[in-house]
């Protein structure tokens, strides 16, 4: 069992950059595959990073390649997802979630979940 807590959302004008922080509870940090989703609104909740236990792999989708990068820190537990560039359109909740598995880019792929964290991008 894993509990999850994000951070660091908030309002940001576009061009601008906001880190996300996702903090977890438990002693086996390290053996989860770390993911970020988001959801808009009227819109399906999507993968936007991933990272594996060790943090050797790591996964972002096209549309935000290149602008978002998921870090993690195995000492903390603490997972990272920075966002730069961040356009209107990035405006959503942000997730922070884990699993024991291999993990991926699939919602269904993941075992536990964060409240979630407010992000806006205004033009």
């Known amino acids: 069992q894993v509990q999850l807590v994000e951070s660091g959302g908030g309002s940001v004008q576009a061009g601008g950059s906001l880190r996300l922080s996702c903090a977890a509870s438990?002693?086996?940090?390290?053996?989860?595959?770390m993911g970020w989703f988001r959801q808009g609104p009227g819109k399906e909740r999507e993968f936007v990073a991933g990272?594996?236990?060790?943090?050797?792999?790591?996964l972002h989708p096209d549309s935000v390649n290149g602008r978002f990068t998921i870090s993690r820190d195995n000492l903390e537990n603490t997972v990272y997802l920075q966002m730069n560039s961040l356009k209107p359109e990035d405006t959503a909740v942000y997730y922070c979630?884990?699993?024991?598995?291999?993990?991926?880019?699939?919602?269904?792929?993941?075992?536990?979940w964060g409240q979630g964290t407010q992000v806006t991008v205004s033009s």
């Open positions: 438990g002693r086996t940090f390290s053996s989860y595959f």
């Open positions: 990272i594996s236990g060790a943090g050797g792999f790591r």
């Open positions: 979630a884990a699993t024991y598995g291999s993990g991926g880019s699939r919602r269904s792929s993941y075992d536990y």
